[in-house]
């Protein structure tokens, strides 16, 4: 799907406006939130005597997530946004306070779950937003300021993060987060008012409840995995390995389109690299700041700083991709999948003390490059897909790609951690193949988005 090149665009009252204002800042709240936990969280590890936690905790936070998202894509074509939106954001503030005082790595995971849960009932919310209710030749400028809502947060975030935890310690990096979500909350969820639930023969067609069940299922398999692999005896890493995989997969069978697995033409090609582009960017840019901290000695406002030029480059991205409104997105698609790869190894000499982490900044640039050009028109491609009353699923589907991609290589590489933190294994060696596994993940990427095409 193209962007209309019309000069005359459909004119959006104040109802408009306000709605879009919402959802920019509800995306920008999981973003800041996001960001910031990644340079904080060499500091949180370390003051806790966690480092065999820092995988976990970050996938215990997407596990959350893919649960909630599929929940709250169902809900909210039953029962309406408002509500779901509403309720998502008071639990997200409750994680952010049993975050903020834990006093153990469990406890920090048990609020970053909580937040994992809340964050996962805003994002599908956007989505279907964007599809019922703006005109057709606004939507894909929708979905960049969407996208665009991670822009700020991706530039501010780890500086701010990092000056925080400095200077009042990172458990302020939770606490000063909630006067933000609690204005979000009240903002958004004004103009999603005039939204209720979609008729009621759609909504209640199908299996929504089923796929609720399916995606905890899945949750519940890929955590069973990712404990697996990060224990330390290999009966247990074999035994939980195979129960993980085997609760998982019949579950995201039923849940993901068929086709998925293979990437076959059309939207499974579009989810894949949707999971593809989360599961790459996310093993470089969560791992680069503990590189920082633990082979260079980095404070954490240096820590958040190497990861910034990603986010400005991300920007970079979307708008050269907004100015080539006729480059079909397979082809978008293909180029980001490739300045991916390619950063994935020039970021790789981070891993040496000696080498100077502004080249790092600008290495991880070019994947921020990437992500910022396929990132936009894989969106609109993938919501070609969503017909009237299914805009909720297939929304969550989206987010679902994309969370399975996050909570698996957030469990991987930090289970590659935790095994060097008990082994000989160095965490050198861990880091890199957690870069190495990104650029494969890249190479797949290319090959999916083979497939990539809009709906007729």
Same mark, same amino acid.
């Given at each position: 799907m193209?962007?209309s090149?019309t000069?005359?665009?459909t004119?959006l009252?104040?109802s408009?406006?306000?709605?879009?204002?919402?959802?920019v800042?509800?995306?920008t709240?999981?973003?800041?939130?996001s960001?910031?936990?990644?340079t904080?969280?060499p500091?949180?590890?370390?003051?806790?005597?966690g480092?065999?936690?820092y995988?976990i905790t970050?996938?215990?936070y997407?596990l959350?997530?893919?649960?909630?998202?599929?929940?709250?894509g =169902?809900?909210?074509d039953?029962?309406?946004?408002?509500?779901?939106?509403?309720? *998502?954001?008071?639990?997200?503030?409750?994680?952010?306070?049993?975050a903020?005082?834990a006093?153990?790595?469990?406890v920090v995971?048990?609020?970053r779950l909580?937040?994992?849960?809340?964050?996962g009932?805003l994002?599908?919310?956007?989505y279907?937003?964007?599809? =019922?209710g703006?005109?057709?030749?606004?939507q894909?400028?929708?979905y960049v300021y969407?996208s665009?809502g991670?822009v700020l947060?991706?530039?501010l975030a780890?500086l701010?993060?990092g000056?925080?935890?400095?200077?009042?310690?990172?458990?302020?990096?939770?606490?000063s987060?909630i006067p933000l979500?609690t204005?979000?909350g009240?903002?958004?969820?004004?103009p999603?008012r005039?939204?209720?639930?979609?008729?009621?023969?759609?909504?209640?067609?199908?299996?929504?409840?089923?796929r609720?069940?399916?995606a905890?299922?899945v949750?519940?398999?890929?955590?069973?995995?990712?404990?697996?692999l990060a224990?330390a005896n290999?009966?247990?890493?074999?035994?939980?390995?195979v129960?993980g995989i085997?609760?998982?997969?019949?579950?995201?069978?039923?849940?993901?389109?068929?086709?998925?697995f293979?990437?076959?033409m059309?939207?499974?090609a579009?989810?894949?690299?949707?999971?593809?582009?989360a599961?790459?960017f996310?093993?470089v840019?969560?791992f680069?700041?503990?590189a920082?901290? =633990?082979?260079?000695?980095a404070?954490?406002?240096?820590?958040?700083?190497v990861i910034?030029?990603?986010?400005?480059s991300?920007t970079i991205?979307?708008?050269l991709?907004s100015r080539l409104?006729?480059?079909r997105?397979?082809?978008?698609?293909?180029?980001?999948?490739a300045?991916?790869g390619t950063a994935?190894?020039?970021?790789t000499?981070v891993?040496?003390?000696?080498?100077p982490l502004?080249?790092?900044?600008? *290495?991880?640039?070019?994947?921020g490059?990437?992500?910022?050009?396929l990132?936009n028109?894989?969106?609109?491609?993938t919501m *070609?897909?969503?017909t009237d009353?299914?805009?909720?699923l297939?929304s969550?589907?989206v987010?679902? *790609?994309?969370?399975?991609?996050?909570?698996l290589?957030?469990g991987v590489?930090?289970?590659?951690?935790?095994?060097a933190?008990r082994?000989?294994?160095?965490?050198?060696?861990?880091?890199?193949?957690?870069?190495?596994?990104?650029?494969?993940?890249?190479?797949a990427?290319?090959?999916a988005?083979?497939g990539?095409r809009t709906?007729?």
């Amino acid at each position: 799907m193209t962007q209309s090149t019309t000069a005359t665009k459909t004119p959006l009252d104040a109802s408009h406006r306000l709605l879009a204002i919402g959802l920019v800042l509800s995306v920008t709240l999981v973003a800041f939130e996001s960001t910031a936990l990644i340079t904080a969280l060499p500091t949180i590890t370390k003051a806790l005597n966690g480092d065999s936690y820092y995988g976990i905790t970050l996938a215990v936070y997407t596990l959350a997530n893919l649960v909630a998202l599929v929940a709250a894509g =169902r809900a909210a074509d039953r029962r309406g946004p408002a509500p779901v939106f509403a309720v *998502s954001i008071i639990v997200f503030i409750v994680g952010l306070v049993v975050a903020g005082v834990a006093t153990s790595m469990a406890v920090v995971g048990i609020g970053r779950l909580l937040q994992g849960a809340g964050s996962g009932g805003l994002s599908p919310i956007a989505y279907l937003l964007v599809k =019922r209710g703006f005109p057709d030749d606004r939507q894909p400028m929708m979905y960049v300021y969407i996208s665009a809502g991670w822009v700020l947060p991706s530039l501010l975030a780890p500086l701010f993060s990092g000056y925080v935890t400095d200077t009042f310690g990172w458990r302020w990096v939770f606490f000063s987060i909630i006067p933000l979500a609690t204005f979000v909350g009240l903002v958004a969820t004004v103009p999603m008012r005039q939204f209720g639930p979609v008729d009621q023969a759609e909504a209640t067609h199908g299996e929504g409840e089923m796929r609720v069940s399916l995606a905890f299922a899945v949750a519940v398999g890929v955590g069973v995995l990712l404990m697996s692999l990060a224990a330390a005896n290999p009966f247990v890493i074999v035994l939980g390995s195979v129960a993980g995989i085997a609760l998982t997969l019949p579950a995201l069978r039923r849940l993901l389109p068929h086709g998925f697995f293979t990437a076959r033409m059309g939207y499974p090609a579009l989810l894949m690299c949707r999971f593809l582009a989360a599961a790459t960017f996310i093993l470089v840019d969560s791992f680069v700041p503990l590189a920082a901290a =633990r082979i260079h000695g980095a404070k954490p406002f240096v820590q958040g700083f190497v990861i910034v030029g990603a986010a400005i480059s991300w920007t970079i991205g979307q708008v050269l991709i907004s100015r080539l409104p006729n480059v079909r997105p397979e082809h978008a698609v293909t180029a980001g999948f490739a300045l991916l790869g390619t950063a994935a190894v020039l970021v790789t000499p981070v891993l040496w003390a000696g080498w100077p982490l502004w080249v790092t900044f600008f *290495s991880w640039a070019v994947g921020g490059l990437g992500m910022g050009i396929l990132y936009n028109p894989s969106t609109v491609a993938t919501m *070609s897909y969503a017909t009237d009353g299914r805009e909720g699923l297939v929304s969550s589907q989206v987010r679902l *790609s994309e969370s399975l991609g996050f909570s698996l290589m957030y469990g991987v590489g930090g289970a590659m951690v935790a095994v060097a933190d008990r082994t000989a294994l160095t965490l050198t060696a861990a880091l890199a193949i957690n870069f190495g596994l990104a650029a494969a993940c890249a190479i797949a990427g290319i090959v999916a988005s083979r497939g990539i095409r809009t709906a007729s």
